[in-house]
């Protein structure tokens, strides 16, 4: 098979698959997801990826009825079914469904939802020219709120920042927090290069700690770059060297336009921590290639 739709262990095809009008992701949003992709046959990251979904879950009081190494298991379980090497997964676990109502007691178990189809990459010209962002004045949730760290089904905050951003062609569009510094985008993380220095939103915002930001951190410390974790707002994004956004699916991609203003792009400094973080894939996936004992 080519592409899939796994729910509650039963294998679809993505036009088969279906979901209940009772479940609470499809009525409420009361549901926690992970996305990775896989290069070659590995999982990039995919503990630290189980990991955040855990703590998701357990920051919504949802039982996920499996260890993580079982989750792991699982979800390389099911890739055997697949015969390509690269591709998209998105596990997505609903509290369940049964009678329309607040109550999570209403339900008995969840539903477990993982999506593999072939992985789409990004055009090649986003990352030699750089895309074009919007800075809305949209606020992030809240941690008090609605924490951005748990990675939950309830994405409407983002959906509104990004049909803000459309309106003038924004490939990714970022929220900011009540002081009107930016925070993070609709699926990414935001750093700017000034001279040495790179500077990135801290974890303490209302972000979700991105696994490609803190490799990205990581990355920027030994090649001997200042790391600075603090607020910014559009002004300072401005007058940055270079900017670029972060995530598991786009990996280092630089920006070039900011509310339409020009951005330099991709500078030194993206093309260094690009390079690098393509080592760091590559080292990951040999090393889990001899050592996961789920393949
Ligand atoms: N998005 N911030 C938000 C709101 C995100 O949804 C994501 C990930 C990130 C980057 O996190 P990471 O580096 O761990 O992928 C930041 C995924 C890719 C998605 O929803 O498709």
């Avoid at 596990?91 to 339900?107: A, F, H, N, T, W």
């Avoid at 939950?152 to 920042?161: D, H, I, M």
């Avoid at 940055?240 to 203003?261: C, G, H, K």
Wanted: glycine fraction near 6%.
């Amino acid at each position: 098979m080519k592409e899939l739709v796994s729910i509650n262990d039963q294998i679809y095809s993505i036009k088969e698959a279906k979901i209940s009008v009772f479940d609470r992701g499809f009525l409420f949003g009361d549901a926690v997801y992970e996305v990775t992709r896989s290069y070659g046959r590995i999982f990039f990251q995919i503990e630290d990826h189980i990991d955040r979904l855990f703590n998701s879950a357990d920051n919504i009081n949802m039982n996920l009825g499996r260890t993580k190494e079982q989750m792991i298991a699982h979800i390389y379980e099911i890739y055997k079914k697949i015969d390509i090497d690269n591709i998209y997964m998105r596990i997505q676990i609903s509290r369940g469904d049964g009678p329309i109502g607040m109550s999570p007691k209403l339900v008995k178990t969840p539903n477990e939802v993982i999506y593999m189809y072939p992985f789409q990459p990004s055009p090649g010209e986003y990352y030699s020219q750089g895309v074009s962002i919007c800075v809305t004045e949209r606020r992030r949730n809240a941690k008090r709120a609605l924490d951005p760290n748990i990675k939950s089904g309830n994405y409407l905050n983002n959906v509104l920042a990004f049909i803000e951003g459309e309106k003038i062609n924004a490939y990714e569009t970022f929220m900011v927090n009540a002081q009107g510094h930016v925070t993070e985008g609709t699926t990414s993380n935001i750093f700017m290069v000034k001279g040495k220095t790179i500077i990135t939103p801290p974890e303490e915002y209302d972000i979700l700690k991105g696994i490609t930001r803190k490799i990205v951190i990581g990355i920027a410390q030994n090649e001997k770059f200042k790391i600075e974790e603090k607020g910014f707002g559009l002004e300072e994004l401005l007058d940055a060297d270079e900017v670029f956004l972060t995530s598991s699916t786009r990996e280092i991609m630089p920006i070039r336009l900011i509310n339409q203003n020009k951005v330099s792009a991709p500078g030194a400094a993206t093309r260094i921590l690009h390079s690098k973080y393509k080592e760091f894939i590559n080292d990951y996936c040999k090393r889990a290639a001899s050592t996961h004992p789920w393949k």
